[in-house]
RNA sequence: GCCCGUGUGGCGGAAUGGUAGACGCAGCAGACUUAAAAUCUGCAGCCUUUUUUGGGCGUGGGGGUUCGAGUCCCUCCACGGGCACCA
């Protein structure tokens, strides 16, 4: 890859693009306007988190959201356009831990750092609505609205069984668990009891559920995703009578009651409270419990669980039949889903199967298959009394009708869903404001005492929560008995701070510490074009989507869903280099030796070429958008960034492609040249260009621009950057092999060129100014409006006909739109490879499709 | 295990059931140049001496629907992702 370019370099980006930038800054170009006359389009990716550098993932995101927000904006949308930064969280502490610096300086350093990287990309932001999460200004609001909920009864304090990540020293959600390991720290996570901040997410998970099928611009994907998290199943509970003195009724939640009579045991969790209870007087039992605890924990069990269990010698009655069922405690059944308990019908569930085969249970078939047990499908019942011969769908209704008259059982629906805890042990992130009284308990503050300042004076030398070790921070006076009181010293999930944030944007001055929601934000909202990574499917989206819908129900705004279209982009990947004792190489310490094999360019010694993965620090194969932008520019960079793959799909990352990019920037930019020179320029434009007039070859350039003009709009509008780029290209070919018509059709050529700037503004917004000025237009392209085409220019007036015989093509004939088959048929048994194909066969059908084909069927 | 998605040249990828491979990368040839780079102009799926304006094959494999299938249906395979004892 050249690196220094000056040589090769006819359109110097290196002062256009500063350049520009500044002229749009300068002129206010990207503010937002609300205008009640324009329909308003907010164009929103996802944040950053000020990690210090800029990565190309970035750029992808952000240039995709640019390319909206401009287009949006040129087709006469009145767009809001925002910018800020995600700036609490765990990093900040630990890089503070490392370099002994304080986090809020190190976050602060971060955004300044990638704000001037960004700057360099061209982006249409509006920046004067720019925040941080670490701005009191905007914390503070967070404090309210938690008041708000708390107030409204979303938001909880429970002792918990939590995930405790021991390397982080931090609680984690179960959204942030993966594989039984800290989404963060990687590390194994524990169950630990403590005291935790929940919000009451499950409220609204059939809300959550429901809404999904609204959201139809949302990826079908993703829309499933949090299908399947929210985890609905309906079904029943029932009561079943036992033989213990102690606990005279065991509750299970079923989803197939229909299968009631293949039931052949009862199981319950560990942690069920029978079990519990037992174990106080039964060692073994004991012994199996605190086996089983033990076992949570370790890998292997995580990984592949064997069934097991052990008997309680509690029996309990079959609610139809007189027959007594055994109970056990099994480990494969889950105190936090249904009622911790289960009744067990080993013909139809592959768990109860498995455990009824490894202790010698009875298996009861009760509905009818052809293939082996267990049986999960729907059938014919079978063996089932009154059941016998009903479908399993009217079983079910007919069991459970049964059941409720009898009083045993209820219509119930669980969900996989729980609740959301908010709880950090952390120091950087949002006070959660709230005292802890020694009279009154657990007290809210009054709206009045916001904002809790973070403190700024804390010490990370000692494990664990610094605001712990405050000196003087946590104490403080009871807002009800003015007693003494301390502080809540947990921080909210950063995952709230991210959750109203799009809120927050639609405020025109964030800085203004009175208003929280004006008016003007329920015009802004919803989120027209949301963007960002698939990564972010359940987490941030499913709990935006509830803090959304719970601000509404506290008053706070009108809407219930924040994001009315989602795309979630690909990843950028790269190819991996790697030396045979496994250390990672960063792509310019490797070259190509006179073999084509890898070697590394200091020793010479043999690469391995690993696979082509994400573009990541730890394996080296990244590369550094100010590079890329300092040897070729913005332009050529986001152009790159959208070419050749779909903006859904993973990205290769390839130098010879950016190059090819930086070759196309370059042609452009002496097609335009010689454009002007041609005197191609803004005087020379008319929109009242008589298509009458024009001689054949022009009006074929013409009309041949209006289908150019129609494609793009169309790729952009499906955010199909690929092909828009596509098409560009196309275009700047064709134009290129018109230069000599230029000088003779001034005028028509001055409204393309014109037209064409325009379609490439969104893309590469810095040469299309540049040119825009050098061929004499006024303002910014960057300020005027998309360009229309005309349908009736986009019908060819003769058309290039493929032939088939039997489909199978053999020639093709030109014939003008509008001629009646009869004669297309007639130039199409001309063509002698028609008739070559045809031979002695006789032609039983003949098969014309206007405009698009004949085939000839013959035999 | 369950659910979802994807499979097209050397590569990234185009293609409302209607000429498969647009556009680009890499490649090849020519022009310009002392030369190289850059640039410009062409060529380019595979097989096949009917010197080719011919023929055959071709969108993961097999089958089907259709005048016609990359596209729709069935089935198998491979890869990727999500969930994972959720009763």
Redesign the pocket.
Known sequence: M?TNTSE?CNYDFSLSEPKWQKLWDDAKTFKSEFNASKPKCYVLEMFMYPSGKVHIGHVRNYTLGDIVARFQRARGYAVLHPVGWDAFGLPAENAALKNKSHPKKWTRENIAAMKSQIKTLGFSYDWSREFATCDPQYYQFQQKLFLAMYEKGLIYRKESEVNWDPVDQCVLA??QV??GRGWRSGALVEKRKLPQWFMKITNYAEELLNDLEKLDGWP??VR??QK??I?K?E?CTIKFKTTSRTHEYLD?????PDTIFGATFL?L?PNHPISISLAKNDPQIAAFLEEHKKGCVAEE???????YGIATGIEVQHPFLDKKLPVYIA???????????????PAH????Y?FAIKYGLPIIQTVSSDGPLPYTGDGTLINSEFLNGMDTTVAKREIVDKLCKMGAGERKI???LRDWGISRQRYWGCPIPVVHCKKCGVVPLRTEDLPIPLPDDVEFDKQGNPLDHHPTWRHTSCPLCRGEATRETDTLDTFVDSSWYFLRFCVDDPANPDLLFPRDITSWMPVDQYIGG??H??LHLLYARFFTGALADCGFIKIREPFKNLFTQGMVCSVTYQRKNGEWLFPNEVRRNSNGEFETIDDGEEIIVGRIEKMSKSKKNVVDPDEIIKNYGADTLRLFIV????PE????W?D??L???W??I??LW?LLLSAKSCGICAAECSDQINVDILGHDVLETYKSFQRTIKNITVALESR?M??A??????C??YL??RGDDFEKNKAVFSVIFRDFIVLLSPIAPHICEESWSMLGFEKFVSNSSWPTYDEKYLVASA????V?V???????VIISAQEIPEIVFEKALALE?VR??IGDLSIK?K?Y?EG??V?F?AV
Request: aromatic residues 10%; proline residues 3%; hydrophobic residues 35%.
């Open positions: 050249p090769i179960n959204e993966i594989d079908e994907k499933l995703m399947n998290w985890g199943s079904g299970v939640f079923t989803t197939r199981a969790s069990f995580i990984e592949k669980q064997e069934k480990n494969f059944v889950l105190m936090n889903y249904g009622t911790g308990a289960i009744f067990a019908t569930d592959e768990r109860d498995a669980f969900y996989k698939i990564e499917a359940i070419s050749d793959t779909p799909k993973d990205f290769y390839s010879e492609g190059i090819g990019c070759r196309f370059n042609r002496r199909s690929n092909l780029v596509a098409h560009l290209r196309d700047v070919n290129y092999a058309i290039t006909l493929p088939q039997n489909g199978k093509l053999r020639g093709s490879g070559k194909a059908n098969i499709v698009k084909i085939n069927v």
